[in-house]
T-cell receptor
Framework: EAQVTQNPRYLITVTGKKLTVTCSQNMNHEYMSWYRQDPGLGLRQIYYSMNVEVTDKGDVPEGYKVSRKEKRNFPLILESPSPNQTSLYFC?????????????FGSGTRLTVV | GQQLNQSPQSMFIQEGEDVSMNCTSSSIFNTWLWYKQDPGEGPVLLIALYKAGELTSNGRLTAQFGITRKDSFLNISASIPSDVGIYFCAGPGGTSYGKLTFGQGTILTVHP
């Protein structure tokens, strides 16, 4: 089944403890992206990648890192999580191409930082 | 960055009613997308619009790409309980093909 897989689905951590949320897609998509969802704010793009070793900042990149060493994987790294990063996170992927803007989303990771 | 404003923020309707929601942008978009998010899941693409004035349907859903290229509309006809969820508009942001900006969402509740 074509899908974007995120792990874990739920995570509770303490302030300052480094964590990584993994994301993998099996559709051979060139583009991958991370979003966070907060009530009343919709989905805000954190980082995106247009291909292996090509990443760029979205609208809210502060406090996050990403890497794209393989086409299928796009992990999100929080080096020193803070409570304001408590949120619902989504990974997404899409093929390249001018009329292929629609990302396919994973099921989400709910992160709580205490 | 570019901003998308969706309205209304929430809607409470009876089963069988029609629904309309819209999205406006501070700048011109070349593509408009509409997504639906079911509770506990990621957003799913419903409709994609690529040309100003375009009207596209997907079952009971119809979306339009505004002539000014700064707005889009989504209509749902004869709503059913499974239409419940959050509806988002989205559009490519800036000059990078990787950026996709979302509106704040419209929360739809359908009473049986």
């Amino acid at each position: 089944e074509a899908q974007v897989t995120q792990n874990p689905r739920y995570l509770i951590t303490v302030t300052g403890k480094k964590l990584t949320v993994t994301c993998s897609q099996n559709m051979n998509h060139e583009y991958m992206s991370w979003y966070r969802q907060d009530p009343g704010l919709g989905l805000r793009q954190i980082y995106y990648s247009m291909n292996v070793e090509v990443t760029d900042k979205g609208d809210v990149p502060e406090g996050y890192k990403v890497s794209r060493k393989e086409k299928r994987n796009f992990p999100l790294i929080l080096e020193s999580p803070s409570p304001n990063q408590t949120s619902l996170y989504f990974c997404a992927s899409r093929p390249s191409g001018r009329n292929n803007y629609g990302y396919t989303f994973g099921s989400g990771t709910r992160l709580t930082v205490v | 960055g570019q901003q998308l404003n969706q309205s209304p923020q929430s809607m409470f309707i009876q089963e069988g009613e029609d629904v309309s929601m819209n999205c406006t942008s501070s700048s011109i978009f070349n593509t408009w997308l509409w997504y639906k998010q079911d509770p506990g899941e990621g957003p799913v693409l419903l409709i994609a619009l690529y040309k100003a004035g375009e009207l596209t349907s997907n079952g009971r859903l119809t979306a339009q790409f505004g002539i000014t290229r700064k707005d889009s509309f989504l209509n749902i006809s004869a709503s059913i309980p499974s239409d419940v969820g959050i509806y988002f508009c989205a559009g490519p942001g800036g000059t990078s093909y990787g950026k996709l900006t979302f509106g704040q969402g419209t929360i739809l509740t359908v009473h049986p």
